[in-house]
């Protein structure tokens, strides 16, 4: 299905400017300047006779319905199914991307299906989900319509989920925290080496994004996927530690395993003993919520309440069961538990 004919209506991008002939997005750090004609590096957002147009606006690339558990998100409507849409583009360029097929795709190339703001709402009360997530390429790529059904979506009593990359300006991400109730930001890794190399982008407007969502009352969690050799050293985890604690050591972070993938296949896996030592680090810097995913590490996956260390929520995969829960708080003792029920 082609996506950006001319006799199919576009419609304008958010967060651009006209600079000459060039159209400047500001939609991401990238701060692409896009000659007419031509896209920017998420090629995604084109520059049509001097107006920048989201290509992608309501096309999906995949629907799915998945535990709220697979964002990661343990701490946020613990148990429930979420309407998870996904798009194509991306603005970063990850060497060990696990959807690079749809993140990495451009319009035109595979088949999208087109989707109007109200459905979005009438696909989760079908399939009974309680909210949506947006999900599997980079969500901000097509902001204008995750935003305009996620009001819709709120406005009708449903939860909004955001799995980013955190890569996006400060301006977009304040009307994004205004219809998202929740994120998981992925922090790729925690030097700026690391992300110009691999992911082709930079640090430090991740951790803004991290900031400003926390600040801005969005229910945070991070996830860090270690790959041997690459973000894996014992000063990168305990800088990453020391961070999260800063920010909030009530936020959960996931340290997911990293499996060959895209053009790191020839990357091992993250061997266990290196999972087990980034939980250890979290934990020395004072995080309450660390989780080891993507493996099986005894009860790496366990939410433990933090006052008295009864095990409130078990997870084997996707599969939970309450255990010490009692709506947000541990049974046994009372003790918050950070969760929003």
Sequence with gaps: MSI???????????NWELEGERVLCKLCPHHCRIANGHAGICAVRENRSGKLCALTYGKASAVHIDPIEKKPLYHFHPGQDVLSLGSIG???????????????????????????????????????????????NEPTMWQEFVMDASKDCKAKGLFTVLVTNGYVEEAPLRELCTCIDAMNIDVKGFTEEFY????????????????????????????????????????????????????????PVHFSRFHPDHMMMDVPATPLRTMERALAVAKDAGLKHVYAGNVSLGKGEDTVCPSCSAVAISRRGYMIKLESYDHGRCKKCGATLDIVP
């Excluded at 950006?4 to 958010?14: F, G, N, V």
């Excluded at 709402?121 to 947006?134: H, I, K, N, T």
């Excluded at 407007?205 to 996927?225: F, I, K, N, S, W």
């Design 4 to 14: 950006s004919s001319p006799e199919q209506p576009l419609t304008e991008a958010r």
């Design 90 to 136: 991306c603005n970063m360029g990850c060497q060990h991307c696990q959807n690079y097929t749809i993140s990495q795709a451009k319009p035109g190339t595979i088949p999208l299906q087109q989707l109007g703001v109200p459905e979005v709402a009438q696909m989760c009360r079908e399939s009974d989900c309680p909210g949506v997530a947006w999900t599997y």
């Design 196 to 251: 110009h190399k691999i992911c082709k982008a930079k640090l430090a407007p991740v951790l803004r994004t991290c900031e400003v969502a926390h600040d801005r009352g969005v229910h945070l969690e991070l996830t860090y996927l270690i790959i041997t050799g690459k973000n894996d050293a014992e000063e990168e985890l305990k800088g990453f530690c020391a961070w999260c604690a800063q920010l909030g050591t009530s936020i």
